[in-house]
């Protein structure tokens, strides 16, 4: 569809900028960007769990929104979140969960975009993520 106004290796640099502060503690992964989506990856320790030993909901919304905010990034330049809102589908546990962001809608100032988060290839949880766009190539 020719949506990316970045290159991969322009991404990849970008995202590993934005691993620091708050998304340090994460160690996210980069795993796979085409025109149509963008996947990161974390591995779940026993420290993002919640007291019922599931992943905490938050350390999921958190996942979404860094991969929609890089895919926001990836097709409309630099971005912040407007709104997100994420559904819990099922209980994660501990061990590697992917995001997948792809888009649903682009203006010249919004993006709009949905998170599929899964592990061992079911889907736990699922989000929706609008993004202002600060900046335009």
């Not at 025109?35 to 979404?64: A, K």
């Not at 010249?108 to 592990?119: A, G, P, W």
Request: hydrophobic share 40%; with cysteine.
């Amino acid at each position: 569809m020719g949506q990316l106004v970045l290159t991969e290796a322009e991404v990849r640099e970008r995202f590993k900028k934005r691993q620091v502060g708050f998304y340090e503690f994460f160690n996210f992964q980069f795993e796979e960007l085409t025109d149509d989506h963008l996947t990161i990856s974390l591995d779940c320790g026993h420290e993002m769990l919640n007291p019922l030993g599931n992943i905490h909901g938050g350390v999921l919304f958190t996942i979404g929104d860094q991969a929609a905010g890089v895919f926001a990034m990836a097709v409309g330049r630099g971005s912040v979140t407007l709104k997100g809102s994420m559904d819990y589908l099922r209980p994660g546990q501990v061990g590697k969960i992917y995001a997948t962001a792809s888009l649903i809608h682009k203006t010249k100032k919004t993006v709009l975009l949905e998170v599929s988060i899964e592990q061992d290839q079911r889907r736990i949880a699922y989000g929706i993520y609008n993004f202002y766009v600060r900046t335009q190539r």
